[in-house]
């Protein structure tokens, strides 16, 4: 896949939006400049783009401070605990939280820094055993346990489907986490407002099911290193 520009990604998250009947506004766009450099995201920020998305802490922690500053940074990848500090320094949303353990570890972390941070559950809704997330099951406990984490901000949930070029195939997933998100919010008391679903490939299907995050990469940036 090749990058398109940035009037045409917006026109399909209009189209998309358009055919599930939702306000574009709801939509919003996290542009992944991992393995790209400071010069690719300070030229996306000139046409208008503010919320770049990192998976790497160490990456992050180089490319961040050679970027224009009045970007907003959010991590989507895999978090070990020991960076939590780090994460709760550098970024303002967490897309990618996947245990107790490190939501425990990133609220000491904010209460460190000193801010509250919006985090999103990242669940693992295929079941897929190389992926990393919550399993299904596991959710509602750890919601009952998110109300003593008073340094997050516990906003929704994020997932990434399995990898197929066949993008209707994402489809059942979206359903599923939305589902899910339903159910949950039901329980828990928490709105779970967020759902960051939706990649380069699959982000027009992920909007028709109601992502509210979608995280593209490649359609911006052009293909990684
Ligand atoms: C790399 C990455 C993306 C962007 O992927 P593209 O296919 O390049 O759009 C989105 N989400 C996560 C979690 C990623 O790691």
């Known amino acids: 896949m090749s990058e398109v520009g940035l009037d045409e990604v917006r026109q399909r998250i209009a189209d998309a939006c358009a055919r599930a009947g939702r306000d574009v506004e709801e939509v919003k766009l996290v542009a992944v400049s991992k393995r790209h450099g400071p010069d690719a995201v300070r030229a996306l920020a000139e046409s208008g783009l503010d919320v770049f998305g990192e998976s790497r802490v160490q990456e992050a922690s180089q490319k961040i401070p050679l970027c224009p500053t009045g970007l907003t940074w959010h991590m989507i990848g895999h978090i070990q605990r020991n960076k939590a500090r780090d994460v709760a320094r550098l970024f303002s949303y967490v897309h990618s939280v996947d245990s107790l353990r490190l939501l425990e570890a990133l609220d000491s972390a904010a209460a460190e820094v000193g801010k509250t941070l919006p985090v999103l559950l990242e669940v693992n809704v295929s079941g897929e055993g190389s992926k990393f997330g919550f399993m299904p099951d596991d959710v509602p ?55 960051s679903m939706g990649m380069s490939h699959d982000f027009e299907v992920a909007i028709e099911e109601g992502a509210t995050w979608i995280r593209l990469g490649t359609i911006l940036f052009g293909e990684r290193e």
Do not use: Y
């Open 141 to 195: 406990a750890v919601l009952e346990k998110c109300p003593s984490l008073v340094n997050l901000d516990v906003s929704g949930l994020m997932t990434i489907p399995p990898f197929t070029p066949e993008t209707e195939d994402a489809r059942p997933h979206f359903v599923r986490l939305r589902e899910w998100r339903d159910a949950w919010r039901a329980q828990s008391g928490f709105p779970l407002d967020e759902l």
